[in-house]
């Protein structure tokens, strides 16, 4: 079983690039969200959807798009890639009874 | 709004020595608690939860979390630490079914023989 896949697992961009982080799973789960992981920060949400054409704000969402299309796929866009957006990307997700967190391996993202 | 507070950024324990990991949330209503385990360079691993019932929960690899809603924490405890121990720590709180699940900062633990 591949789980929560996410592509790629480095990147760096320069600044005003854009790109988009791809996260998919496997598991038929109707939920999915993004995290961002900074030093001493913790986890943060950026994005999350309870299903497929339905998506939310978490608590950093400034600066990333996201899409579901499918309940497969969960991609997260950054439209004018700055400094601040360099971390750690993690996509997450759980099933209707949300009693587990399914995290993929993550993305590290170098914004120069 | 639901929060989470993990007031030790980094923890030292010797090798068999008991752990106690302090985790204290901020939500409404009954929470659904988490400890999740992060080793260098890999995703998060669920540790163990709390939904309902009683509140002391088992996890896995040896560890155990207490639930206390008149002090709002839900403490990591393991009684004898191994080396394999060391990683990082996140409790997080959230609300069930289709939840948002937000973490705390967490705690570094590092192991010495």
């Known amino acids: 079983n591949a789980g929560v896949t996410q592509t790629p697992k480095f990147q760096v961009l320069k600044t005003g690039q854009s790109m988009t982080l791809q996260c998919a799973q496997d598991m038929n789960h109707e939920y999915m969200s993004w995290y961002r992981q900074d030093p001493g920060m913790g986890l943060r949400l950026i994005h999350y959807s309870v299903g497929a054409g339905i998506t939310d704000q978490g608590e950093v969402p400034n600066g990333y798009n996201v899409s579901r299309s499918t309940t497969e796929d969960f991609p997260l866009r950054l439209l004018s890639a700055a400094p601040s957006q360099t971390s750690v990307y993690f996509c997450?997700?759980?099933?209707?009874?949300?009693?587990?967190?399914?995290f993929g391996s993550g993305t590290q993202l170098s914004v120069l | 709004a639901q929060s989470v507070t993990q007031p030790d950024i980094h923890i030292t324990v010797s090798e068999g020595a008991s752990l106690e990991l302090r985790c204290n949330y901020s939500y409404g209503a009954t929470p659904y608690l988490f400890w999740y385990v992060q080793s260098p360079g890999q995703g998060l691993q669920l540790l163990l939860k709390y939904f309902s019932g009683d509140t002391l929960v088992q996890g896995i690899k040896g560890f155990e979390a207490e639930f206390k809603r008149s002090q709002s924490s839900f403490n990591l405890r393991k009684p004898s630490v191994h080396w394999s121990d060391a990683a990082e720590y996140f409790c997080?709180?959230?609300?069930?079914?289709?939840?948002?699940?937000?973490f705390g900062t967490g705690t570094k633990l590092q192991v010495i023989p």
């Open positions: 997450a997700s759980s099933d209707r009874g949300g009693e587990k967190l399914f």
């Open positions: 997080a709180v959230g609300s069930g079914g289709y939840q948002k699940v937000t």
